[in-house]
Every structure is written in C-alpha cells, then in structure tokens.
C-alpha cells in the first residue's frame, strides 16, 4: 500500500494532473441534482478535483476531508478553512448535514470490505433525505485496457476488488441509498507506460507485489522487456456510481 503522506508532493503529477482533475469533477457534477449547495468530498486528497467541484457552481459549499496529513495540507491551500483531517469511516459531520458526498477514487484503497461498508454507511448518515451520494467504482479493473503491460500483469497474485461497483451497490442498499445514475470520465494522463509501471511496483502501488520481493522483481524483469518502455498505453475510463437517500 502507498504511503500517501510521502506521495502527496507529487501525487498530482503522476496522476494526470488538472486534465484528468477536470474530467473527474465534470462526471461528478453531471450527477448532483440541481440545487445542490453542500458538498462533502471524502477522501478529497490533495484537494484538486474538490477545488473544481467548489468552483464550478455558483453557490456550492465545498468541504474537503482526508487521514492522510500532508495530502490535507494541500488540498488546504487549495480551499482554505474548507478541509478536515479525519478518517472517512468516523466523518466528524452532523447527520443529514449535506445535499451531496463524494468519494472519487477512496472506497479501492479500505483495508477490508468491512471498512467499505462503514465509508458507505457514514456518507450515508451525513446525506440529508433526498440527497445524493457519488463514488467511483472498479477502479482496478479500469486499468486494464487490454495493453501488453495488461498481460504480463494477468498472472499476478489477486484479491477482491473492494470497490466492485455490485459489492458498492449492496452496502448502498443497506443503507438506505438507491441506485440513481452512472457517469464515465477518462483519466488522462494515465496510461501506463512499462517503466512507469515498473516504478510504480517499486512504489507499492501493487498490494499483491510487495516492493522488493522476489515476485515483484521477477514482474519488473517481465515489464522491463516490453518494446516502447516510455510510450503510453490508452488511459483508463473509469465509472461512476450515483445514489438516492431514501426520504
């Protein structure tokens, strides 16, 4: 798993930057009802989708939140007084304290499928009745965009998907949040070249690959053999799911 404190400084430049931030919050909006005017962005990061979402409307209240201290120092600076330092299974929000919640990228990196449920369960406590709550979905399986570097990771080690959109729409259910629409956006900036990946491996971005494990290296050898290993496979699309607080 990444530390993300350490990779805050440049988490934004390997992650497509503003192009793909301005996809993300673009689908994201396309699914908050009108008259949408409190937002909380869970798992908000460095804060550079939630700044677009903050500014995109013109009466929307943005609130940021994130564990990890140096991605909310950023995502601060980017939305001063706006960003909370919190862990996203205990929100320190009122109930039915917002029209909207978003979680872009957050419900794939919880530690069990447990901690999936009460992200799911608190987002939906602090939705007001009516209100909707978006997250994205599959986000592993959005990688896999059938390139060369797709099939030599086909072999690695797996385990289940924490964010598969069915497992998300269950706990939603339980919840009280109903299914209300899908959005896609692409990541730009994100297609996997085989050095970069490499990198990656060595960085723990692969939970299944422990960085400097054998079975790691002999990955890295695999991706290293790759002809054009600065050359960009296609970007990943990645899905949004949209849900309805019953009331």
């Known amino acids: ?81 706006a960003v909370l330092l919190a862990d996203s299974r205990r929100l ?24 999936v449920r009460t992200i799911v369960g608190e987002c939906a406590r602090v939705l007001r009745p009516g209100g909707v709550y978006v997250t994205t979905v599959d986000k592993a399986a959005a990688h ?29 259910l339980d919840h009280g949040l109903e299914p209300a629409g899908e959005a896609r956006f692409t990541g730009h900036g994100q297609g996997r070249s085989p050095r970069r990946t490499v990198a990656d491996l060595r960085r723990g971005w692969f939970v299944t690959l422990p960085p400097g494990g054998a079975l790691a290296d002999a990955f890295a050898a695999r991706l290293a053999d790759l002809p054009d290993q600065d050359r960009p496979r296609p970007d990943p699309v990645f899905t949004l799911r949209a849900f309805r607080k019953a009331g």
């Open 1 to 81: 798993m990444l530390d993300y404190d350490k990779e805050a400084e440049r988490y934004d430049t390997l992650r497509g930057g503003e192009p793909r931030a301005a996809a993300a919050a673009e689908a994201v909006l396309g699914l908050l009802p009108d008259g949408t005017r409190r937002l909380l962005d869970v798992g908000c990061g460095t804060g550079i989708v939630t700044r677009r979402l903050a500014a995109a409307r013109d009466g929307l209240c943005v609130t940021g939140v994130d564990l990890a201290l140096n991605m909310a120092r950023q995502a601060a600076a980017r939305l001063p007084g």
């Open 144 to 172: 896999n965009v059938g390139s060369d570097i797709d099939a030599v990771l086909a072999a690695r080690p797996r385990r289940a998907a924490r964010d598969a959109a069915a497992v998300v729409e269950s706990y939603a």
């Open 92 to 115: 320190p929000c009122r109930d039915g304290r917002f029209d909207a919640v978003s979680s872009v990228w957050l419900l794939h990196l919880a530690r069990s499928a447990e901690d």
